[in-house]
């Protein structure tokens, strides 16, 4: 499809288990964002990707989440010995990369809950 | 840091109701100006955008107006309609060495009834 694609859709697991969480972005979209929602802190931004480059991960909230990005294409990004904190709806988003911040597209988001 | 605070809902209305959702900013520099909006079961949507002072976005008969002297974009709709019950985010977005991350606010959820 044209727009950006998020897998799984849903996500449950156990405490203290990995899991991995990949995105699509749409086609030529240089720059890739992860975001996380969840009730108690609304949208955070978690990393950004240029290329397959991450100039910015401040938003990562601990040493148990990493995102990678190959072939200016696929994102994961994975959390490993999972809290139930990490429980949310993890968002990837795409846009083209300009001199002006240009609309950034969303895809559907990937629903995580930690049991 | 920058920051983005918008009116807490769920604010209800009835159809042809006229709409005002507020929201501030703060950033350094000139931020762009966005509003997104979640449907029930959908992913965020951008509805409009503005890049500069005293641009007005608009969109679906939904405007905003970037004002940079109140650090202001208030959304309005000069008549809702149930179809646009839905989460309304304001988010902004400045040239930064990491990109244009979004920095949102908490949502502000509409419901509109006959």
């Known amino acids: 499809g044209a727009g950006v694609s998020q897998s799984p859709s849903n996500k449950v697991t156990e405490k203290g288990k990995d899991v991995e969480l990949r995105c699509d972005p749409i086609s030529g979209h240089t720059a890739l964002y992860w975001y996380r929602q969840s009730l108690g802190q609304g949208l955070e931004f978690l990393i950004y990707?240029?290329?397959?480059?991450?100039?910015?991960k401040s938003g990562l909230p601990s040493d148990r989440f990493s995102a990678e990005r190959t072939g200016e294409s696929v994102s994961t990004l994975t959390i490993q010995r999972t809290q139930q904190e990490d429980s949310a709806v993890y968002l990837c988003?795409?846009?083209?990369?300009?001199?002006?911040?240009?609309?950034?597209?969303f895809g559907d988001g990937t629903r995580l809950s930690i049991l | 840091g920058d920051s983005v605070t918008q009116m807490e809902g769920p604010v209800t209305l009835s159809e042809e109701a006229f709409l005002t959702i507020n929201c501030t900013y703060t950033a350094t520099g000139y931020p762009s100006l966005f509003w997104y909006v979640q449907y029930p079961g959908e992913g965020l949507q951008l509805l409009l955008k503005?890049?500069?002072?005293?641009d007005k976005g608009s969109n679906k008969g939904f405007e905003a107006t970037y004002r940079k002297e109140t650090t202001s974009f208030h959304l309005e709709k000069g008549s809702v309609q149930v179809s646009d019950s839905a989460v309304y985010f304001c988010?902004?977005?400045?040239?930064?060495?990491?990109?244009?991350?979004?920095?949102f606010g908490t949502g502000t959820q509409l419901k509109v009834e006959l």
């Open positions: 503005a890049t500069k002072a005293d």
């Open positions: 990707f240029q290329g397959n480059s991450a100039p910015d």
């Open positions: 988010a902004l977005s400045g040239l930064t060495g990491g990109g244009n991350k979004l920095t």
């Open positions: 988003a795409s846009s083209l990369l300009t001199a002006l911040p240009t609309p950034q597209h």
